[in-house]
């Protein structure tokens, strides 16, 4: 799955760059009616067309029987089992393409998301007085069998990063915590080691036009990979189970709420616009 992600990186990043100059709400919603339009045209080439249509006149055909034969109710309890059979008919027809779909729909909505639902950290300077919880906050996760590794740890800083807070470090509970303040923009890179293993995590802060192929999180697994493949996931040998921080919220002009909540709906409900207004167009039939 990492190398997957790194090819899709290379690939939107190839795809995206032209739409920079538009905004990122327009970006999103150009990709988002793309992504619909294709999704669509791979749903009428791996799906039962002719099939779809026959069950939907068939569907059509008994609720006519229903109200012609209304007055017979034996017709009529005859008629509505077979819509009940013929609708299950039409899910099974409509949900079985979508199952090969939703890999490819999970990852472009997670390149969406990793560059369009956040913003780097401010920038700020180390003088001065400052209260905890006004920096940035790393949480480090190991696994349950390497959670004593916590005890371990060492994080390096780069230039541009500073510790405001000691590292907080819990073997018991294979976890810990380290609050940083950048004061130079950039796209940094924090390392963590623990033992002869040693891992990363970017911290992007206060980079104008850097700020593509960001994410909170990085973990281990099918899922992380899927959901943040900004980063590479952890592999099996690493006693890293997450590394997590958190980046502020990515407003988008006119979606509501934005974020990486807002980026979904959007993508969401914008594929679906795009899709409904090409399936006549493309003779599709759903």
């Known amino acids: 799955m990492n190398a997957l ?37 791979v749903f009428k080439h791996i799906s039962w067309q002719a099939g779809i249509k026959s069950t939907k006149d068939k569907i059509k055909g008994h609720m006519i029987e229903i109200r012609i034969y209304q007055d017979d109710l034996g017709l009529v309890s005859k008629a509505i089992g077979k819509v009940l059979y013929r609708n299950l008919q039409y899910v099974v027809l409509n949900f079985g393409p979508f199952l090969p779909l939703m890999v490819p729909f999970g990852m472009v909505a997670a390149q969406l998301v990793v560059r369009y639902g956040f913003e780097p950290v401010a920038v700020q300077s180390i003088e001065g007085d400052r209260l905890a919880g006004q920096g940035t906050t790393f949480e480090i996760e190991f696994t349950p069998e390497g959670k004593r590794a916590a005890g371990d740890l060492v994080v390096t800083l780069p230039d541009g990063v500073v510790a405001v807070s000691p590292l907080v470090r819990i073997p018991d509970r294979g976890r810990a915590f380290i609050e940083v303040i950048a004061t130079q923009p950039g796209i940094h890179e924090i390392i963590f080691t623990s033992g002869t293993h040693t891992e990363t995590k970017l911290f992007h802060a206060g980079a104008e036009g850097l700020e593509r192929e960001m994410q909170p999180e990085r973990g281990r697994g099918f899922l992380a990979a899927l959901l943040w493949p900004a980063e590479r996931a952890f592999t099996g040998d690493s006693p890293f189970e997450l590394i997590r921080t958190v980046y502020p919220e990515r407003a988008l002009g006119w979606i509501p709420g934005s974020g990486p909540i807002g980026v979904l709906i959007a993508f969401v409900l914008l594929s679906m616009v795009f899709g409904f207004i090409a399936l006549k167009p493309l003779g599709v039939q759903i």
Do not use: M
């Not at 939107?12 to 920079?20: A, E, G, N, R, T």
């Open 5 to 41: 992600n790194s090819l899709a990186n290379r690939v939107f990043d190839v795809l995206l760059s032209p739409l920079d100059a538009v905004g990122a709400w327009l970006s999103l919603t150009l990709v988002s009616g793309i992504f619909g339009v294709l999704a669509l045209v």
